[in-house]
């Protein structure tokens, strides 16, 4: 069945770079885009960023342009977002999605937890 | 920039009821709306896309309908695992992408 598993969250200082990853199973991830949400504490869902299935392609939200880099690995199933010049705004559960060809969001990972705190 | 906004931003409903959750764009989107169902401390959940077509194993008492800049979702004779946030979505095949606010159903 189609898995997607988020990694790398956790406590970091303001000011630092994480980067997070999502390792997903159970489709053709070359022939996806792929999508990272996500949701402050007790907030909406906000999306972050897309990448195209080849990698070629990426957009981000205003919020994290500049600071923020999808990437991905298609011969190892993953994707990838590089996160830079953290602040507490940046505090929220983190989701990548597979973006289907219409672009709805089928499927989502279970998210990982980032805290930016000193 | 499309934006999104949602009414109510909370309804309480008895088990048993119907309930109406209202979307509507600032910009017309055509039939690229989507529904998600979130429970607290899960992932959201697909219901709704192409404003009006239920995804893989969402019962039929779930239903979507509008199209342009007012949507709909119903949903009838609301059921205890039907309580949660629903948010709103556009989507393309690419950005822009953009999520409502959410409208909480609780128990009334």
């Known amino acids: 069945q189609v898995q997607l598993v988020e990694s790398g969250g956790g406590v970091v200082q303001p000011g630092r770079s994480l980067r997070l990853s999502c390792g997903v199973s159970?489709?053709?991830?070359?022939?996806?885009?792929m999508h990272w949400v996500r949701q402050a504490p007790g907030k909406g869902l906000e999306w972050v960023a897309v990448?195209?299935?080849?990698?070629?392609?990426?957009d981000y939200a205003d919020s994290v342009k500049g600071r923020f880099t999808v990437s991905r690995d298609n011969s190892n199933n993953t994707l990838h977002l590089q996160m830079h010049s953290l602040s507490a705004d940046d505090t929220a559960v983190y989701y990548c999605?597979?973006?289907?060809?219409?672009?709805?969001?089928?499927?989502w990972g279970q998210g990982t937890l980032l805290i930016v705190s000193s | 920039e499309m934006v999104m906004t949602q009414s109510p931003a909370t309804l309480s409903v008895s088990p048993g009821e119907s309930a109406t959750l209202s979307c509507r764009a600032s910009?017309?989107?055509?039939?690229?709306l989507a529904w998600y169902q979130q429970k607290p401390g899960q992932a959201p959940r697909l219901l709704i896309y192409?404003?009006?077509t239920r995804a893989t194993g969402i019962p039929a008492r779930f239903s979507g309908s509008g199209s342009g800049t007012e949507f709909t979702l119903t949903i009838s004779s609301l059921q205890s695992e039907d309580f949660g946030v629903y948010y709103c979505?556009?989507?393309?095949?690419?950005?822009?992408?953009?999520f409502g606010p959410g409208t909480k159903v609780d128990i009334k």
């Open positions: 990448i195209s299935y080849d990698g070629r392609n990426k």
């Open positions: 192409g404003a009006s």
């Open positions: 979505q556009v989507y393309n095949n690419w950005p822009p992408v953009a």
């Open positions: 159970g489709f053709t991830f070359s022939i996806y885009a």
């Open positions: 999605a597979r973006g289907d060809s219409d672009g709805k969001n089928a499927y």
């Open positions: 910009q017309s989107l055509g039939s690229n």
